[in-house]
């Protein structure tokens, strides 16, 4: 949700707030999305767990089956014996953190109790998730409606894919919106792990790890990260933390953060962003497929954490770099409303790569399940911070009517989909996939929001017409 004093504007903004709901003020009036809205907000609620939280699809009669490394052994040893018989809470974007968001969203929208029922008994879920380092792994297991007790042994926070992030924003979301002091411990909690896990750069991790492990055993998750939102989630979040609990060091913490965006970008003519950086600051490797190149999806991700801290700062530096980025996202679309994910560093080249780790020529011999190509929320980004006419003069080396393009709001993990072609990894209008409903929540929130000027906007020596900051983040209002 938008923040009305300081954070930039979004697409999802909050029209009326809690206090003006239970004064009894006007809600938001009804649009053509409004019905679809709350259709879709009340299928979530449907589909909470018992627990509160949200979890993967699965057959009928069966069990979500588990992605990450700790679950899935404990599958392995448990099940023959019949003892795999926790739950799974996912919080990676879009999970149980996304989910609860968006119907704090929606409940300061339109009144609905329901809706705030349903995003607190989310959110003391995760304060009895919550880790003794304050954060969240990507998924946990819940037996009886606490961590398993076996996980206690996990020592592995996940900073990236809105997981730390989005479990804070919510805390302080449900702080604002009912008074109770366990979500704002709880919020602390979090936001000071985000203030100590920051690197001497500025920058974050994939990961918090305690020192004694990542001593032992270095990886590239310890590498300064944009990768699935590790960093610019942070800035965002801890800009957020700051205002709404008065605190100047989370503020340093974020403008700290800012510092390395700024360093760290590309060069005039490429103006984006890496998955990662070495200590020496230079675009690094991660996993084999994934090389040291310009990122475009990361780079939608530094652009927002910019343009919030333009608004919070007043500096224009991050203006000025935010502008040079959309220039070069907006010059190297496959075709409007498509973009590869890397880019080369120095020839701006589409580059995929194979299950071998070798470069190929096209997606279709890329390695399978991963987000070679997609929207990636870019199109929402450029509809709003410029108008169609240069939008469509940005993109006229691509073939295709921008015009065609329907921008849509995405959350952190949903890379949206290039024009006519399938989604992947989830259809967003299965109605028994939690996570697709999430990701269609976020829509049409977009749809049904309103935005506000940018900072941006009215800064001279903007050489484009920047009239709206959109940022796909769910924020709590400040107050």
């Known amino acids: 949700m938008s923040r009305a004093l300081t954070l930039v504007a979004c697409a999802v903004v909050v029209a009326t707030s809690v206090a003006g709901v239970a004064r009894g003020q006007d809600v938001v009036a009804p649009s053509p999305s409004a019905a679809e809205l709350r259709a879709t907000l009340d299928d979530l609620v449907v589909l909470q767990r018992p627990h509160g939280g949200w979890t993967f699809a699965a057959p009928p009669g069966t069990r979500p089956a588990p992605v990450t490394a700790p679950l899935k052994l404990a599958e392995r040893i448990a099940a023959p014996f019949g003892l795999a018989d926790w739950d799974v809470v996912v919080l990676r974007s879009p999970g149980t953190p996304a989910a ?3 119907l704090l969203d929606g409940y300061e929208r339109t009144g609905d109790a ?3 029922a349903s995003a607190t008994r989310a959110g003391d879920l995760l304060l009895r998730l919550q880790m003794p380092s304050g954060g969240w792994f990507s998924e946990m297991p819940v037996e009886d409606g606490e961590m398993s007790w076996w996980f206690k042994a996990v020592h592995r926070t996940t900073l990236d894919d809105d997981v730390t992030t989005g479990g804070a924003r919510l805390l302080l979301g449900l702080w604002r919106a009912t008074g109770a002091p366990r979500f704002r411990a709880g919020a602390e909690r979090a936001l000071e792990l985000l203030r100590t896990a920051q690197l001497p750069s500025g920058a974050w991790p994939l990961v918090w790890r305690p020192w004694w492990k990542r001593a032992v055993w270095p990886t590239f998750e310890d590498l300064a990260t944009i990768n699935d939102d590790a960093t610019p989630a942070a800035i965002e979040t801890l800009l957020l933390g700051a205002d709404l609990l008065d605190r100047g060091d989370l503020r340093a913490a ?8 700024l360093r760290v970008q590309g060069d005039t003519a490429h103006g984006g962003w890496a998955q990662q950086y070495d200590a020496r600051d230079r675009p690094a490797p991660a996993r084999r497929f994934e090389p040291p190149a310009l990122a475009s999806w990361e780079s939608r991700y530094a652009i927002e954490a910019l343009l919030a801290l333009a608004r919070e700062t007043g500096d224009q530096r991050y203006c000025g770099a935010a502008t ?4 070069w996202l907006a010059a190297s679309a496959l075709r409007p409303g498509c973009w590869a994910r890397f880019y080369g560093v120095e020839s701006n080249q589409p580059i995929y790569v194979g299950a071998d780790g070798a470069p190929v020529s096209a997606v279709a011999q890329a390695r399978q399940g991963y987000d070679w190509v997609g929207d990636f929320g870019i199109s929402t980004l450029l509809d709003r911070l410029g108008d169609a006419h240069e939008r469509r003069a940005a993109g006229s080396h691509v073939t295709g009517d921008v015009a065609s393009v329907r921008p849509v709001l995405v959350v952190p993990g949903d890379p949206g989909t290039c024009p006519d072609e399938p989604a992947r990894g989830y259809d967003r209008d299965a ?8 990701a269609h929540a976020a829509i049409l929130l977009g749809d049904v929001g309103d935005a506000d000027p940018s900072l941006c906007a009215r800064a001279d020596a903007q050489p484009r017409n ?3 900051a959109a940022n796909t983040r769910h924020m709590p209002a400040a107050r």
């Open 324 to 327: 040079r980025a959309l220039e």
């Open 100 to 102: 609860a968001l968006a």
């Open 254 to 261: 974020a403008e700290r953060g800012g510092g390395w965006l």
């Open 114 to 116: 329901a809706y705030l």
């Open 431 to 438: 109605p028994d996939d939690p996570r697709a409903v999430v």
């Open 466 to 468: 920047m009239n709206i």
